[in-house]
Nanobody
Framework: VQLMESGGGLVQPGGSLRLSCVVS????????MRWLRQAPGKGLEWLASIVRDGSGPVYADSVKGRFTISRDNAENTLYLQLNDLSSGDTARYYCAIGYTRSPEGVRGQGTQVTVTS
């Protein structure tokens, strides 16, 4: 099982990024997925979950209205669109298998997002 995140980087406040997570080693279309993040000095924070067919995504209050989770089952890829970023969004972002809000479970190595002016 492999999950490989990309798309992170340096962005100014108010900016946007699109994160991708390409997976292999399991049947992506049969898996619910989620995004997590870990800010410096803090624990893992659940951000959003999406079921296998892409319907009914759910979000943490901290990102609702700014972040959008989506998936392309044909490309084995999970996405997270990040809009209206602020310094509080600086963190390492991870994709993970499962719908749960728990930080436990299989996840990738992460991609760093740094919001700074």
């Amino acid at each position: 099982v492999q999950l490989m995140e990309s798309g992170g980087g340096l962005v100014q406040p108010g900016g946007s990024l699109r994160l991708s997570c390409v997976v292999s080693g399991f049947t992506f279309r049969d898996a619910d997925m989620r995004w997590l993040r870990q800010a410096p000095g803090k624990g893992l924070e659940w951000l959003a979950s999406i079921v296998r067919d892409g319907s009914g995504p759910v979000y943490a209050d901290s990102v609702k209205g700014r972040f959008t989770i989506s998936r392309d089952n044909a490309e084995n890829t999970l996405y997270l669109q990040l809009n209206d970023l602020s310094s509080g969004d600086t963190a390492r972002y991870y994709c993970a298998i499962g719908y749960t809000r728990s930080p436990e479970g299989v996840r990738g190595q992460g991609t760093q997002v740094t919001v700074t002016s």
